[in-house]
């Protein structure tokens, strides 16, 4: 296979090499909205610049395909680690237990008001351990 990739791309050098030697010829281009007069050469370097970017936007679909395959299998991977782990307990006891949220301000009997999802003492208790779903 490599030798056939670079058969094939010895030939597509001579091509280019012809055609840029030889494309002096002007050539009209009638597009939509305007025209545009160059050269055959011209005309074979602008294909040449569109091929180059559609092989670059295929280059980086792959490249995002392959680094979402390899995410989605670290995750099963991961998740079938913490399955097989016992499952330890990492939860603020007072949200626990039903109770009111643990105050703070040293029982001088000021109530410190906290906003759902933070303790008094200001960490997250909305933040899960789980793994990641997809």
Known sequence: MVVLGVIILI???VVAVIIVRQGGDPVALDLPG???DTTAAGVFGIGAACALLALLGLALMVGGVRRSNRRRKEVKQ????AES??????RDTSRDSGGP??????GTGKS???SPGT?????????RTSAPRD
């Open 34 to 36: 305007f025209d545009v």
């Open 119 to 127: 303790r008094s003492d200001g960490g997250d208790t909305d933040h």
């Open 85 to 90: 782990q016992p499952a330890t307990s990492t």
């Open 11 to 13: 030939v597509v050098a």
């Open 101 to 106: 949220p643990a105050r703070s301000g040293g």
């Open 112 to 114: 410190t008001r906290t």
């Open 78 to 81: 991961l998740r079938r680690e």
